[in-house]
């Protein structure tokens, strides 16, 4: 690895899923302003989330499936007439 291009000030950071509380303890130098009391009684530096893999749609398996051919389906039905007409 190259000297000097890595910064110096890694430490324990949580990460805090703001929409369901979860908590992750990590290193990181993202800069943070706020603390935080972890589950193991220590206080850390907090970066709050809107969003983590315990919440996404896509890790929770809570996916919305769009049903594409529903779609082409109502479009055709909702101007039928005016496709009608056109021929």
């Given at each position: 690895m190259k000297k000097g291009i890595h910064p110096e000030n890694y430490r324990l950071v949580v990460f805090k899923d703001m929409s369901n509380d979860?908590?992750?303890?990590?290193r990181s130098c993202?800069?943070?302003?706020?603390?935080?009391v972890y589950t193991d009684g220590?206080?850390?530096p907090v970066?709050?989330?809107?969003?983590?893999?315990?919440s996404h749609p896509f890790f929770t398996g809570k996916l919305k499936l769009v049903d594409t051919?529903?779609?082409?389906?109502?479009?055709?039905?909702?101007?039928?007439?005016?496709?009608?007409?056109?021929?």
């Open positions: 979860n908590m992750i303890l990590t993202a800069a943070t302003k706020e603390t935080v220590n206080e850390y970066v709050k989330l809107e969003i983590s893999n315990t051919a529903g779609r082409v389906d109502k479009f055709m039905n909702k101007y039928k007439r005016h496709f009608d007409a056109k021929k």
